[in-house]
């Protein structure tokens, strides 16, 4: 046998331009404004039903409990929101030029005799503004 098909990791990366920083900033903002736009409407309702609660009489305890599941959904989002904040803080500090990983994926190589692992075992897909520019380790 002189080759065999075997599964290797092909990188996903971008290529930094001003244009995809921006766009990702844009995008992570939109994100932010969405989860805060989402807990505003989640703090409304929980004052909205622990209101309705406690006219309808609930004890002490249940409201205590009420509001205990409250907190923590809300918890959900202040983490959510802290993740995007993240994310952006990691986005300014790219550097134009710069490559990152976006992703990694899994797919078939026909590896041959003479053939060195690293070659054979790690491929790279280069994205320029949304653009495969370049193949590496094909």
């Known amino acids: 046998m002189s080759s065999i ?14 244009g995809s920083k921006s766009n990702t900033t844009k995008q992570i903002n939109k994100e932010i404004n969405n989860v805060m736009d989402e807990l505003k409407k989640f703090e409304d309702n929980k004052t909205k039903a622990l209101t309705e ?29 802290d993740e995007l904040l993240q994310k952006l ?7 134009i030029g710069e490559e990152i990983v976006l992703a990694s994926v899994e797919g078939p190589y026909e590896l041959q005799i003479g053939q060195t692992l690293q070659e054979a075992t790690v491929a790279e897909i280069i994205i320029k503004d949304g653009i495969v520019v370049e193949i590496r380790n094909c």
């Not at 098909?5 to 001003?18: A, P, S, V």
């Open 89 to 95: 803080e990691a986005v300014s500090q790219f550097k």
């Open 53 to 81: 609660a406690s006219l309808r009489g609930s004890d002490q305890n249940q409201l205590d409990r009420f509001r205990q599941q409250f907190e923590n959904n809300s918890s959900s989002y202040h983490l959510q929101r």
């Open 5 to 18: 098909t075997i599964f290797r990791q092909i990188l996903i990366k971008e290529l930094i331009t001003e």
